[in-house]
């Protein structure tokens, strides 16, 4: 089936060093996308999302970049800081089921360094 | 708290036994989704709600499964019979339209013994 699918499991960054993580989707028809930011024993929590009718989207130090003729998602984060420590979801929904439950990902997951 | 919320955080069980989780919705959502998640995975779609009306199940979702919205507010899901892989974080999201995002409860972590 249509799946969402993330290109690195474990990402180590340096307190203050920007963060990216990549996501690829293989849903032509999908048109809605998140990332979702969950911590251990705790349920995703929304960070940012974009329609397929941008490319770009900005929010409190995140910056989501959609490519759709690659099928490609990015989550960049300023400055990151121990907080921003997680497990980082990427998901995708599509108007042609109607139903707009998301598929996501299988994770990664960001440690930062003090 | 105006999020949303489930019941109980935590259920552990003997196979075979049943058992019911809740969700409470952020007030006014008119859609309710369920998800299981197991470790290391992201979240998989179950079921979800168009108000009180159950509009699409998973093949997740076996006749073991079933989840009701009676009122059109909070919702329950009981897995009857539980087997060990059923075993997972129970999530619930709501959103108040089919366009919008999807706000997550905190789960209901199952495990079967």
């Known amino acids: 089936g249509e799946s969402v699918g993330l290109h690195l499991p474990t990402l180590s960054v340096q307190e203050g060093d920007n963060s990216i993580i990549n996501c690829a989707y293989s849903n032509s028809a999908s048109d809605y996308f998140i990332w979702y930011k969950q911590e251990s024993g705790k349920g995703p929590q929304f960070i940012i999302d974009i329609r397929s009718n941008m490319d770009k989207r900005q929010g409190q130090r995140v910056t989501v970049l959609l490519n759709k003729t690659v099928k490609h998602l990015s989550l960049q984060i300023a400055a990151t800081q121990p907080g921003d420590s997680a497990v980082y979801f990427c998901a995708e929904s599509s108007q042609d089921t109607g139903r707009r439950a998301l598929t996501f990902g299988s994770g990664t997951r960001l440690q930062v360094q003090p | 708290d105006t999020g949303v919320s489930q019941n109980p955080r935590h259920k552990i069980t003997k196979r075979g036994q049943n058992v019911t989780f809740r969700c409470d919705p952020i007030?006014?959502?008119?859609?309710l989704y369920w998800y299981r998640q197991t470790l290391g995975q992201g979240p998989e779609f179950l079921t979800y709600?168009?108000?009180?009306?159950?509009?699409?199940k998973s093949r997740l979702l076996s006749d073991r499964f079933s989840a009701e919205r009676p009122k059109g507010s909070f919702s329950t899901l009981e897995i009857q019979r539980t087997e060990q892989g059923d075993s997972a974080m129970y999530l619930c999201a709501s959103s108040l339209a089919s366009y919008n995002e999807q706000f997550f409860g905190p789960g209901t972590r199952l495990t079967v013994l």
């Open positions: 709600f168009q108000n009180e009306a159950q509009l699409e």
């Open positions: 007030s006014e959502h008119n859609r």
